[in-house]
T-cell receptor, first 112, second 113 residues
Framework: DADVTQTPRNRITKTGKRIMLECSQTKGHDRMYWYRQDPGLGLRLIYY???????NKGEISDGYSVSRQAQAKFSLSLESAIPNQTALYFC???????????FGPGTRLLVL | SQQGEEDPQALSIQEGENATMNCSYK?????LQWYRQNSGRGLVHLILIRSNEREKHSGRLRVTLDTSKKSSSLLITASRAADTASYFC?????????????FGAGTILRVKS
């Protein structure tokens, strides 16, 4: 079984809709991250959490919110989706004493 | 803002040849990492080099780091078709509680068989 899972894997939604992307991990890591990937721009950090009570904005947090429901779960919400949020979204985890990150398979989101 | 910038943006080589990708960054770093992404999938960590290291090897991978030039290179020797992927450098922006990674735009490598 995959260590970092994301649901859904693909999603099509309409402008103005609220959607939630979910991430779960079985690695026991404290730290979790949400990134978006756009062609030619690499990955950009949206939000990150170093433990259940810690939430921090990343580089591009506007239009997004997150919830850390448990050590293993970190959800990303788009309160009112817009077309320029069409992208590939990745969740990642790391342990407190590790410098590398472990990525989920990604969620491909299309906002019409 | 992106920290690392990879060069070239795309690279096409024959199987068996070596592939070299470069990464430049702007600020001081704690470490620099390279990740691979197969088409549309999650990133996989390849290798990490710390700011006090100059060269590191892992199998067919060789990474160098020149902190005076703020640059790194990733060399893949004896490439295989399975090496076809996008490669990203990521710099660690050290904070009080740990490292936050900043990714470059990536190099697309195509290995032709």
């Amino acid at each position: 079984d995959a260590d970092v899972t994301q649901t859904p894997r693909n999603r099509i939604t309409k402008t103005g809709k609220r959607i939630m992307l979910e991430c779960s991990q079985t690695k026991g890591h404290d730290r979790m991250y949400w990134y978006r990937q756009d062609p030619g721009l690499g990955l950009r950090l949206i939000y990150y959490s170093f433990d259940v009570k810690d939430i921090n904005k990343g580089e591009i947090s506007d239009g997004y919110s997150v919830s850390r429901q448990a050590q293993a779960k970190f959800s990303l919400s788009l309160e009112s989706a817009i077309p320029n949020q069409t992208a590939l979204y990745f969740c990642a985890t790391s342990d407190w004493n590790q410098e590398t990150q472990y990525f989920g398979p990604g969620t491909r989101l299309l906002v019409l | 803002s992106q920290q690392g910038e990879e060069d070239p943006q795309a690279l096409s080589i024959q199987e068996g040849e070596n592939a070299t990708m470069n990464c430049s960054y702007k600020t001081s770093i704690n470490n620099l990492q390279w990740y691979r992404q197969n088409s549309g999938r999650g990133l996989v960590h390849l290798i990490l080099i710390r700011s006090n290291e100059r060269e590191k090897h892992s199998g067919r991978l060789r990474v160098t780091l020149d902190t005076s030039k703020k640059s790194s290179s990733l060399l893949i020797t004896a490439s295989r078709a399975a090496d076809t992927a996008s490669y990203f450098c990521a710099t660690a922006d050290f904070m009080e509680y740990g490292n936050k990674l900043v990714f470059g735009a990536g190099t697309i490598l195509r290995v032709k068989s």
